[in-house]
Nanobody, 124 residues
Framework: VQLQASGGGLVRPGGSLRLSCVAS????????MYWIRQAPGKRLEWVSL????????YCADSVKDRFTISRDNAKNTLYLDMNDLNFEDTAVYYC??????????????????WGRGTQVTVSS
């Protein structure tokens, strides 16, 4: 199983980035997919979640109206479009998958598969 995230980088406040995550080794379209982030010295924070078919999405209040999660099951790829980035968005962003939806994610053991993460740094 592999989840390869990319698209992170250094961006100024107010800027945008698109994260991608390519999945392999499991049946991608059977899994709820997540974006989770972890800022330095802080706990894991659930950012966004998308249903297996992509028909339902959920975002944390901290990113609502700024971030959009999507997926392309034909390409086994998960996306996160991030707009109006601010300093508090600086973190390592992980894509993760679960065969059964989890409302709370507090550790890696809560979800089935995790990628290695991609760093997003918002700085002026």
């Amino acid at each position: 199983v592999q989840l390869q995230a990319s698209g992170g980088g250094l961006v100024r406040p107010g800027g945008s980035l698109r994260l991608s995550c390519v999945a392999s080794g499991f049946t991608f379209n059977n899994y709820w997919m997540y974006w989770i982030r972890q800022a330095p010295g802080k706990r894991l924070e659930w950012v966004s979640l998308i249903h297996t078919g992509g028909g339902a999405t959920y975002c944390a209040d901290s990113v609502k109206d700024r971030f959009t999660i999507s997926r392309d099951n034909a390409k086994n790829t998960l996306y996160l479009d991030m707009n109006d980035l601010n300093f508090e968005d600086t973190a390592v962003y992980y894509c993760a998958g679960a065969s059964v939806v989890r409302a709370v994610v507090s550790s890696h053991s809560d979800l089935d598969y995790w990628g290695r993460g991609t760093q997003v740094t918002v700085s002026s």
